[in-house]
DNA sequence: CCACTAAAGTTGAACTGTCAACTATTGAAC
DNA sequence: GTTCAATAGTTGACAGTTCAACTTTAGTGG
């Protein structure tokens, strides 16, 4: 008990230096992607996201609460985020008939475009930033790497392992 | 031109994968650990990453400007944070003595401690989500895919390139 | 059928970050 | 030495997120 203070497994030289690198190239790279996105197309990274899910369901709906496990969302922030759509008259929301506790989230022909107009310019982005400057060695590296540790982490005691599987595990790409 | 709309290098089956795989892992380790962290100490992540860069500079203080740009905040953002920084008590701001028009964010005895006691916590929380699951050779992968990446975000049009840079030469850890 | 717990979703208040406008000071041109 | 653009930093309004409280409906056990 009274060496606990020094069990502290600190990062040696090199981990700091991993861990620098990876705070500064993941949150530039979001920062970038976000900022693009935003000039090109008045989308947040999370509108955008949203649109995705949606636009890659069947019936482009989803209940309000598998669409927030998609995007890692909090039904709370979904709530707010689909008023802001729906006022711009990119989602509307329906009555589930099953449970009447229910609602669905339905993209809009108007909000579909809007996606379709985003996404050439956000694929291109990710691909200039994140896939041009690695090999495809690395690439595969990475995949694997995000794969164990999204793994590890949905496998953590307090993590919401349900939420994280249903992402991982989510519809295949168009 | 007419084929423009189809120049879109769209994202390969695998490259969507990894892309998914990145977003999952980074997303739900930055959650992660700022849950982790706010529940231990009350602190959020820039609270911590502010706190660390004055702890790590000359004299426990630092130019706003200086503290904006290593924490890649803005000016504003930074303005606030401090505002809230000194009615806690950790932080104080000095007038600057060469450039009047200049204040120095000076961290507090108190503001230390708060850094001392947080930090174990955190450094085990990055140690046991990132370092942990992967193996020595994925380590060192990762650390020259990041600085592979940061470099490239670095040198693209558009971004603050000296700011990144002073962050990636950032003061050596203590 | 009744009670009770859990789940689906919404709402409003408080908080944090962003944006544009602003003050004050510096450095440079002339 | 005056003018002017640039820099340092702050401020207030606004937008998005979180948190706790709330309503409504489902399921579950007696």
């Known amino acids: 008990m009274a060496e606990q203070q020094d069990a502290t497994r600190w990062l040696t030289r090199d981990e700091q230096a991993v861990w620098r690198a990876y705070l500064v190239a993941t949150n530039m790279l979001a920062a970038r992607l976000a900022d693009d996105l935003?000039?090109?197309?008045?989308l947040t990274n999370s509108d955008y996201e949203l649109l995705v899910q949606l636009s890659e369901s069947e019936?482009?709906?989803l209940r309000m609460t598998a669409l927030a496990s998609r995007s890692l969302s909090s039904k709370s922030r979904l709530s707010h985020a689909v008023s802001r759509f729906e006022a711009r008259g990119w989602v509307r929301r329906e009555q589930c008939e099953d449970d009447r506790r229910g609602a669905w989230a339905v993209l809009t022909d108007e909000g579909f475009a809007v996606l379709e107009a985003a996404a050439?310019?956000?694929?291109?982005n990710v691909r200039r930033h994140l896939f041009d400057p690695l090999s495809a060695t690395e690439v595969a590296e990475l995949g694997r790497i995000c794969r164990t540790l999204a793994d590890h982490l949905?496998?953590?005691?307090?993590?919401?392992?349900?939420?994280?599987?249903?992402?991982?595990?989510g519809p295949a790409p168009a």
Request: proline fraction near 3%; glycine fraction near 18%; charged fraction near 30%.
């Open 120 to 124: 050439p310019l956000h694929v291109e």
């Open 38 to 42: 935003e000039a090109a197309t008045g």
């Open 154 to 169: 949905c496998g953590v005691e307090g993590a919401d392992a349900e939420t994280a599987l249903r992402v991982m595990g």
């Open 59 to 61: 019936g482009r709906r």
